[in-house]
């Protein structure tokens, strides 16, 4: 089995409201895939149709080889899943809690409650509904995490976490990469995404636009590159190349500035016709990628 979640024109409609429309993805075993878009794009109703929690208008998925519909209670029992609205039982203690749903499994988690919890920095002994939302998703964390599943899918995981936490969740997903087991993060938290992921989908108005790594989605991104020259350069000369987007002048007229998309070559050849001082190159982030795939990627 190489597919940890793969799915064939998976289609959810809300009436005539699309929620996400023709779904074909695969995530591959034992990677970390970051699944991104703004609010309203179908990150949160994929991963709910992925559950069973929402049946498809058409299309299919299969999780661990096994089929999303016909399977379901296997493919719950193989997954560690954390909700992006996270509903607890308020009247039982956090340990009660994490023991209970450990037994629903028919696995013992005791001494992984401990562990994680210590990890988290939580008392499990009070009341779930007496904690803060931040103590109530490290819960949501550890019920993830707990059974030490092959599949993890994971909806705004990190949200509530104060950076410390954050940090500490980040070093979890790393220890289940490192052990050949699977995570499906979405989040719009885009740092988050580029701290952990491997590969990264983009999600656009309930559809799929982009499957990229994070290491080629960032090379598309934009960057500025910041040119010190011996001599005054007129910032026209860099202004038709492709990919430039902007050009101003710096430093009294001897330097100058270019924001430019994809490859730099022509940039770094026109400015190499001149005597170079300093060059200093902002390199561009998942975030500016993503935010520039929004801005030119087609509205359906």
């Not at 309203?40 to 709910?48: L, V």
């Not at 026209?236 to 492709?242: C, L, R, Y």
């Not at 994809?262 to 935010?291: C, P, W, Y």
């Amino acid at each position: 089995m190489s597919s940890a979640i793969s799915t064939q024109g998976l289609t959810k409609f809300y009436g005539k409201t699309p929620g996400i429309v023709d779904l074909d993805l695969e995530v591959r075993m034992g990677e970390v895939f970051g699944f991104l878009g703004p609010n309203g794009a179908g990150k949160t109703t994929t991963i709910r149709t992925l559950m069973d929690l929402l049946r498809p208008t058409r299309g299919s998925a299969s999780i661990l080889g096994l089929d999303s519909r016909r399977d379901s209670v296997e493919v719950k029992g193989l997954t560690g899943y954390l909700p992006g609205d996270l509903a607890l039982w308020k009247d039982m203690t956090a340990r009660q809690l994490l023991e209970y749903l450990g037994n629903l499994r028919g696995v013992d988690v005791t001494a992984s409650i401990g562990t994680y919890a210590e990890r988290l920095d939580i008392d499990l002994s009070r009341k779930v509904g007496t904690y803060s939302s931040g103590n109530r998703q490290k819960i949501g964390v550890i019920q993830a995490f707990m059974h030490e599943p092959d599949l993890l899918i994971l909806d705004e995981p990190s949200a509530g976490l104060d950076p410390l936490m954050q940090q500490e969740f980040y070093h979890m997903v790393d220890e289940v990469k490192a052990q050949g087991r699977t995570v499906f993060l979405s989040s719009h938290i885009l740092p988050e995404v580029e701290r952990v992921a491997d590969r990264v989908a983009i999600v656009r108005n309930s559809r799929l636009v982009a499957v990229e790594t994070v290491e080629d989605l960032k090379a598309k991104a934009r960057r500025r590159i910041d040119f010190q020259f011996a001599s005054p350069v007129a910032p026209s000369e860099f202004t038709a190349i492709a990919g430039v987007e902007h050009v101003e002048s710096i430093n009294d007229a001897h330097g100058v500035s270019v924001t430019v998309s994809g490859s730099v070559d022509q940039v770094m050849k026109t400015a190499a016709r001149h005597e170079i001082v300093n060059v200093i190159s902002h390199q561009g982030d998942l975030e500016s990628a993503f935010l520039a795939y929004y801005e030119e990627a087609p509205r359906c």
